[in-house]
């Protein structure tokens, strides 16, 4: 997949997120599914410090010199609800209530850290020729890294959406 459509797919999906929790109340976005799952605030909370720390990631990954040659994982997976996958310990929320607008300003702030260095890439080929070490996928391209971002914010909209099943039928 090419870095164009996977941008476009990140942006859809984006905008796909912030439709849901566009003027959520502070009730809406504390809710839960159960005790033992995140709020939505918490799953904003998550993609945010994923988002970011795949900026690290992709980062560290372009300064290699070596070329790898490592195939494409199989990301779909990660929109089966049913595979549960624990975050690390890094990209876990934190029980602080963050208010709706200070959520949105997040989400956008990363996506833009996010694409200033996809933008600085002047060899877009270079995402499918590094790696870098993804504590789910082991070692992993930083295309795929990108890709998989989209497809893990996807997840969570899908944890959203049940929250919000569960709000409306209460």
């Not at 010199?65 to 195939?71: V, Y």
């Not at 199989?74 to 549960?84: A, M, V, Y």
């Not at 624990?86 to 990209?91: F, G, H, K, M, S």
């Not at 930083?142 to 039928?169: A, D, P, T």
Request: some cysteine.
């Amino acid at each position: 997949m090419e870095l164009q459509e996977i941008k476009l797919k990140l942006k859809e999906t984006r905008d796909e997120l912030l439709g849901i929790v566009n003027g959520l109340s502070e009730e809406q976005l504390s809710a839960r599914k159960d005790t033992n799952s995140w709020s939505i605030n918490q799953i904003c909370q998550h993609l945010i410090k994923t988002e970011e720390l795949y900026g690290v990631a992709i980062k560290r990954g372009l300064k290699s010199d070596e070329d790898s040659f490592i195939g494409n994982k199989p990301l779909e997976f990660l929109l089966d609800r049913n595979n549960k996958i624990e975050a690390p310990d890094i990209a876990k929320p934190t029980d602080e209530i963050i208010g709706y607008q200070e959520i949105i300003n997040r989400l956008n702030q990363s996506r833009e850290k996010l694409y200033e260095i996809l933008n600085t890439v002047e060899d877009p080929t270079l995402l499918s020729r590094r790696h870098f070490i993804h504590p789910v996928f082991k070692e992993m391209a930083l295309i795929e890294w990108v890709r998989s971002l989209y497809i893990h914010e996807q997840r969570h909209i899908k944890q959203i959406n049940e929250i919000m099943e569960g709000l409306s039928e209460a």
